[in-house]
Structure formats: structure tokens, C-alpha cells
């Protein structure tokens, strides 16, 4: 069955509440109502900015063999201008435009054209339609879950033409990797102007949608909470999931195939790269259903954060040690590969066991073994839109009793292990683990902040059975 964390409203422990106190209250939980003036400078600093550092990066291994020290002292000694990097960066081309279209429309395609089969005959695996958790208005949305289905095939296709059909060289990703950036931002650019659109003119859920008044802020973090066209093509889903995550292996396996072409052999450092953010990914889709659950779907609105930032972010800025290593090939001592292999495993069975304990425990109400023993858990309530009230629980045992977020923790330490692959000369390949650190340890605060709203003093009571956020002992 699904990866339920909340029951159906129908199932739930409800009760109708029309007072005027809990009306109000219940409105705080979800997405910011107001802005204060560090948000909205942090979003216009990011909105001016993030696509700015995204091409950096990708410049500065085009030019600079991935140093981001060499552009600026360029600069800065008049050695170049900014007109030289710029008229030697890579323009959008027809053959870049074409892949691009191709790609998006096949995901597309698999999304919404072939129903999840592969939870039929994989044991275990949850696919096919399944529920997300209650929004702050009392819906609950159905989903598609075929993302394991449309990886597998898109992954045969490229193996069958790596390897039979020769149809486009294995290195076609990184050989347009440049003019692909500029298709990836007009997407992103297009999908986020036309869900602002959207929410004010045609929105799927008016209910769900949030206005702060703040144009900026509004079109950076969402309007619609949901917004779908008909009723499956759900853009939070497709967008956090397809074009992105289903390509960062083809990026990595795209890397290894230029490693492969330039220097006769693929080192044991792209090699594990490869393996682990492989693991990572599959380990996204095995569990998408569970993906419903958390904060990206449940608690984020679709906005420019999400719609260009899975466009361009992601498989830009998380592919950044492949890319370098196609530059700087590091062939890694047994030792040392042995003992980042081991941090990156250990850090993903953390990961995904703390995932999964809240995963089942929430699922099955409290009626399940964590570590062996009965769940120790504190019950709290919250209300939704309408006034109905639910009950729900917080689980204070297993690694959910070591640290609120013990999940991120894991997290860290896989980033850290594909970030060592790549030796110490230079800093680019360790922009990773300072952007998640960064990342996780934001969404600590913002989804602390949001529970406290949501569930009040329960909240409080559970942050004083569970002290630290990340590391126990030290934060
Ligand atoms: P969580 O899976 O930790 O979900 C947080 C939510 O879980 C809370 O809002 C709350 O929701 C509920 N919750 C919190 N504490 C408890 C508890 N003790 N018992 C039961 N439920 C609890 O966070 P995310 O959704 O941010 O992350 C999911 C995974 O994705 C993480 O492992 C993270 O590392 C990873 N991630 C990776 C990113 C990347 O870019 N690579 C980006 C973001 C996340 P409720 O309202 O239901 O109570």
C-alpha cells in the first residue's frame, strides 16, 4: 500500500471546530502570509543571482578547466574582460533547442501516457495512484506514481543506443552542455511565469493558493499549492522529478562516456560518483510515493524556486563533480576509495532508515517496531482551513530520537563522500556539500518554524523530548 503519513481525512480522528480562534490560528501553518524584509532580500538576491552563479560554474570549467578562482583574477587584472568570457561562452543552437524539446516531450510522454506498471511485478515497490497528504485547506490529491517506470525505460533507451542502435554518441549531454543551460532556463523561466499566470487567472485549487502581496516573493516561492492541468499532469511532481532527477544519472553516465572518449579509460572516482548518486536517485524513485509526503510536495508552493530550480539548479549544480572530473580525472588509491565508498553507504543507509522509520511509523498509525521495540511518539492535533481538526504524531524513538532531522544528517554525509571523490585541488566539486549544508539546515528552520505553527504547543513539548536538530550533542 502507499507511504501514508497522514490517514484520508474520511479516516482520520477529525473534529468540525467553527471557532472563530481556531479559524484563525490554523491559517498560520503552510507557506509565509507576510514577508519580512530578509526574505524578500534573500528571494531578489537569488532571483537576480542564482542563474548568474549557475553559469559561473558552468563557464569557469568551460574556460578555466573548473577553476573559480581564474575568472575573477582575469577580471580583476584586466587580463580579460567580461565580454571575452561572455563571447566565448557556448549561444543556444538548433541541435541543443531539438534535444532539449526531445527530452522534456518524452518525460512528458511518460508521465502522463503510461500508467505505472511496474508495481505489479516488482515486490515491494508502491506505484500506480496514490494520495498526498491533507493540504492546509483539507485536500487530499491523487497522483501517478510511474517515476521507477519512466526512469527504467528512459535508461534502456540509452543503453540500447549506447551500446546497439548508436543513434547519438553517449557524450551528446555533455557535448551541448552549454546551449542545453540556456534551454533548461527558458523552460524554467516559461513554467514559473505561467504558474504565476496561472493562479491568478485559472487556478486549480483557489482554496490552496496564497497571495502575500509581495509580486517578488510571491512569484519565487508560489501561488498555487497544487497546480495541475487536467487531472493528472501535476507540475510539483512532474517538475521536482522528471527532467531533473531522471536525467542527473544520464548526466553522470554522459560524464563517464567523455571521461571514456578523452582519456581511453573511466576512473574510479567517476565510477563512484556514478554509483552513489545512481543510488540516491533510484533510491527517489523506489520510494516516490513516499516523496508525496514530504516537504517539496506537502508544504511548498510551485513558484520559481521549484519550477526553475529542478530545471536548472539541480541537474546543473548537483552533476557539478562529473563535470569536473571529466576535466580533473582522479584516479583514487584503493583506501581511499574503499573509505569514501563507506561514507557515502553508511550516510544513505542513515538517509533512508530514518526515512523510512517515520515513513512507517506514520503509515501505520504507531503500530509498528522501530529497533525492535514499540515507537515512543507525542500525540498532537492541528486544525485545517475549514475548522476540522486532526490528530497526528510525532515520533521521538529510533534515529527520530537522536535528532529532529536526523534524515538531513544522513544526507550531509552521502553529499561529503561524492564531493571527496574528487580529491582537494580545487574547490568546485565541494560546492556541493556547502549548498545542502546550507539547504538542509535552512529547511530545519523554516519546517520547525512551520510545525510550530501547525501544531503549537505539541510542538513545543516535542522539541524538549528531542533537543537537537541535526548532530546529537552539538546542534
Ligand atoms: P522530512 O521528511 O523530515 O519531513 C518533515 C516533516 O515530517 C515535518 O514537516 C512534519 O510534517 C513531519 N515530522 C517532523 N518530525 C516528525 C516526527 N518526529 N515524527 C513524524 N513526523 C515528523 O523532511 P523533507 O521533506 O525536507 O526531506 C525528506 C528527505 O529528502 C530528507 O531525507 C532530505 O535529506 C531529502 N532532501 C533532499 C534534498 C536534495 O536536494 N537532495 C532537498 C530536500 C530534502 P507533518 O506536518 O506531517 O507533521
New binding site residues.
Partial sequence: MAAH??KKPSEERKHKNTQNHTRTSQVQWGRAWEVDWFSLASILFLLMFAPLIVYYFIMSCDQYQCSLIDPVIDLLTEKKHLSDIWNKTPTLTYRAAGIYTLWVAFQVFLYVFIPDFCHKFIPGYVGGVQEG?VTPVGVVNKYEINGLQAWIITHVLWFANAYYFHWFSPTIIFDNWIPLLWCANILGYAVSTFATIKSYFFPTNAKDCKFTGNFFYDYMMGIEFNPRIGKWFDFKLFFNGRPGIVAWTLINLSYAAKQQELYGEVTNSMILVNVLQGIYVLDFFWNEAWYLK???I??DHFGWYLGWGDCVWLPYLYTLQGLYLVYHPVQLCAANAIGILILGMIGYYI?RTT?HQ?DL??RTNGNCKIWGKKPEYIECSYMSVDGTKYY?????SGF?GWA??F??TG?LMGSLAYCLACGFEHILPYFYIFY?TI??TH?CIR?EH??FS?YGKDWKR?TAAVPYRLLPGIF
Avoid: G, P, V
Wanted: proline residues 0%; hydrophobic residues 30%; aromatic residues 16%.
Fill in positions: 503519513q497522514e497528504a514530504t516537504i517539496d506537502c508544504h538517509f526515512n517515520k511509523f506514520r497526528s504524531k510525532l515520533l521521538t527520530w529532529r532531522h534524515n538531513y544526507d545542502m539547504l538542509l529547511r519546517d512551520r510545525c501547525k516535542y
